[in-house]
C-alpha cells in the first residue's frame, strides 16, 4: 500500500482537498449544531406535556356564543367531529371520556400522606399518548393503574408541603416515590386501586388514566351513565394556520391557548431549524462535489500509472483504495472536529438554559454524534464507491 500511495499521490492538489476539508466542515457543523440546538431547547416547549403528539390542542364550544356548528352549546356531536375532521388543517381528532362515576384519592410522598380527596378521571384516545405504551396498559382485574397526573398537584407539594416538612421534592425523575390510593364507587360496588404515576401534565386540570380504564370503569361502576363529549383533542398540520384561527371563530370554538402557542413555538423552531440544516446540507453537498471533482482531476492525471498497474495485474479495488482511504481519512476529520465544535458552541447556550429553565435539564450531545456518524457512513460510502467506480471505468477503456 505504501509503494501504491507513493506513486500515487503525486498531483495531488492541497488548495482542492483544503477547500473540501473547510467547506465540509462548516457544513457539518451547521447541520449537527442547528439539529442538536433543536433537540436541547425543544424541551422547554413540550416538557409540560411530552406525554402528548405533537401539535395536539384541546378543543371547547364557547359557552354563551351562537356556534354554527350542530349540538347543544356544550357538547360536540357525532357531526360535528365529522365536519372538524374533513378540514385541511385536521389531522385527526380524539374525544375526552369523562367518568361517570364518584372516586377518591389519596395521595402520599414517602409514608406522608399529603392530600385526599374527590378527584376526577378523563381519558384520552391512546393515539394522542406519545410514552412507551407498555407503561399505559390497564387490563381488567388489574388493580394497578397506570395515570397521568396534574403537575399542579406536584408543585403544591414541592413548593408548599415539601419545605415545610423537611420531605425530598418530585421530579419528573421520580415519580416512583408517589404513593396514589385510588377509591371508586358507584353501580352498588366499590373497588381500591393503586395509581402509577408515568407522566405530568402542565394543561389537564384532571388525572388521566387509560382508555381501556375508563371504558371498563364506568361499564362497571355507572352502566347507565350517559358519556357526553365536551371536549376534543385535535392534531392538526400547522397550528398557526390562518384558516384554523377563521374556523374556530366562526363555529364559536376554543383551544388551549398556552398549548397553542406552544405549539406555533415549535412548529417554527422546526422550520427554522430545517432551514439552517438544508443550508448545511447544501454547503456539505458543493463540498462533495469538490472532493470528487479533485478526485476525477487526479485520477485523470495519474491515468497513465493506474493503466500501467492494471496491467500488471493489480484489481482496480487495490487501486483505488489509496483514494478512498484519503476521502475516509479526510471525512473522519470533518466529523470529529465537527462534534468537538459543536460540544464548545452547546456548552456556551446549555448553561444558559438551565439557568433559565432548571426542570429542562442539560440533556445529551448523542443527537449530533449519532447524525454525524450516520452522515459520515452515507458520505464515505459514496465516495468510496464513485472512485472505484472510475479506476473501473479505465480498465475498460484499455
Not at 3 to 29: E, P, T
Not at 285 to 291: E, H, K, P, R, T
Request: charged share 15%.
Amino acid at each position: 500500500m505504501s509503494l501504491l500511495w507513493k506513486l500515487l499521490r503525486q498531483h495531488i492538489s492541497i488548495g482542492q482537498f483544503a477547500g473540501f476539508f473547510v467547506a465540509n466542515l462548516l457544513g457539518m457543523i451547521i447541520v449537527l449544531s442547528g439539529y442538536q440546538f433543536y433537540h436541547d431547547v425543544l424541551p422547554i416547549f413540550t416538557n409540560g406535556d411530552s406525554f402528548m403528539k405533537s401539535n395536539a390542542i384541546m378543543v371547547t364550544k364557547r359557552i354563551g356564543m351562537g356556534n354554527t356548528l350542530s349540538s347543544n352549546a356544550s357538547t360536540f356531536s357525532a357531526k360535528d367531529i365529522a365536519e372538524l375532521e374533513k378540514q385541511p388543517f385536521t389531522r385527526r381528532t380524539g374525544a375526552f371520556m369523562s367518568a361517570n362515576y364518584k372516586a377518591h384519592a389519596s395521595m402520599g410522598i414517602s409514608g406522608t400522606q399529603i392530600f385526599s380527596s374527590e378527584i376526577f378521571f378523563e381519558s384520552i384516545p391512546d393515539d394522542f399518548i406519545d410514552i412507551n405504551m407498555r407503561d399505559w396498559q390497564y387490563r381488567a382485574g388489574d388493580d394497578v393503574v397506570p395515570i397521568i397526573l396534574p403537575r399542579s398537584y406536584i408543585n403544591i407539594y414541592n413548593f408548599g408541603f415539601a419545605r415545610s416538612h423537611s420531605l425530598p421534592q418530585i421530579s419528573d425523575g421520580l415519580m416512583g416515590m408517589i404513593d396514589l390510593r385510588l377509591r371508586i364507587h358507584g353501580n352498588g360496588r366499590e373497588q381500591t386501586f393503586t395509581g402509577k404515576v408515568v407522566a405530568f401534565s402542565s394543561s389537564m386540570t384532571s388525572i388521566l388514566v387509560p382508555e381501556a380504564f375508563m371504558k371498563w370503569s364506568n361499564e362497571t361502576f355507572a352502566p347507565e351513565g350517559d358519556n357526553v363529549t365536551t371536549r376534543l383533542l385535535m392534531q392538526v398540520s400547522n397550528p398557526g394556520d390562518k384558516s384554523l384561527m377563521t374556523y374556530f371563530e366562526k363555529n364559536g370554538l376554543e383551544m388551549d391557548s398556552d398549548k397553542l402557542n406552544a405549539e406555533k413555538t415549535t412548529y417554527f423552531l422546526r422550520l427554522i431549524v430545517s432551514m439552517v440544516m438544508v443550508i448545511g446540507i447544501i454547503i456539505s453537498a458543493l463540498s462533495f462535489y469538490i472532493l470528487m471533482l479533485s478526485i476525477y482531476l487526479l485520477v485523470q492525471k495519474n491515468t497513465e500509472k493506474l493503466q500501467n498497474l492494471l496491467l500488471i495485474g493489480y484489481r482496480a479495488g487495490r487501486v483505488a483504495m489509496p483514494y478512498q482511504l484519503l476521502t475516509a481519512g479526510l471525512n473522519l476529520m470533518v466529523l470529529l472536529i465537527a462534534i468537538l465544535s459543536v460540544c464548545l458552541i452547546r456548552h456556551y447556550y446549555v448553561d444558559i438554559i438551565a439557568a433559565l429553565y432548571p426542570e429542562v435539564g442539560k440533556g445529551s450531545i448523542v443527537y449530533a454524534v449519532l447524525l454525524g456518524i450516520a452522515l459520515f457512513l452515507i458520505v464515505t460510502l459514496l465516495n468510496v464507491i464513485i472512485i472505484r467506480r472510475k479506476v473501473a471505468s479505465i480498465n475498460s477503456h484499455q
